[in-house]
């Protein structure tokens, strides 16, 4: 993966905690979600490196 997409997975990941963290229903998917997205971004960026 590149540079940019770890940045976009990252953030994304960032997003769908925050998103979660708002909503009164449903929220453990979205911040589930964001988790995944932020452990694919540190694991990609360690194979990267």
């Given at each position: 993966m590149?540079?940019?997409?770890?940045?976009i997975?990252?953030?994304a990941g960032v997003g769908c905690c925050a998103w979660?963290?708002?909503?009164?229903?449903?929220?453990a998917g979205w911040i589930t979600a964001g988790v995944l997205?932020?452990?694919?971004?540190?694991?990609g960026a360690r194979r990267a490196s």
């Open positions: 590149t540079d940019a997409v770890l940045v997975a990252a953030v979660g963290a708002h909503l009164v229903y449903e929220p997205l932020l452990v694919g971004a540190v694991l």
